[in-house]
């Protein structure tokens, strides 16, 4: 599991503390911060990571099996990206 989960990629870095502003702050896939009022997209959370990147590889390289899916009541529709609700649901006995 653990070698399955290494190779997804991390989300890139999203925040750096900005010395002009004093404050850590949002920045650019290039390392540069967002001037204000400029536009900024949402950040990448860890529980989107994984929900859309490790889940599915682990589902895809067998660790996790079609059992667990039928046991919590879940769905591998990784396209709509639904497994999170689905996934949050099951283990809140939803």
Same mark, same amino acid.
């Given at each position: ?28 896939? &290039? ?45 591998? &529709? ?17």
């Amino acid at each position: 599991m653990d070698k399955i989960l290494a190779a997804q990629p991390p989300p890139p870095k999203q925040k750096h503390f900005n010395i002009a502003t004093m404050k850590t702050e949002q920045m650019k896939p &290039d390392g540069t911060f967002y001037e204000p009022g400029e536009d900024r997209p949402p950040m990448i959370k860890c529980t989107e990571w994984t929900v859309n990147q490790a889940i599915p590889a682990l589902y895809a390289s067998g660790v996790l099996t079609k059992w667990l899916w039928i046991q919590f009541g879940l769905r591998r &529709d990784f396209g709509n990206r639904n497994l999170g609700t689905d996934y949050a649901m099951a283990f809140r006995g939803s």
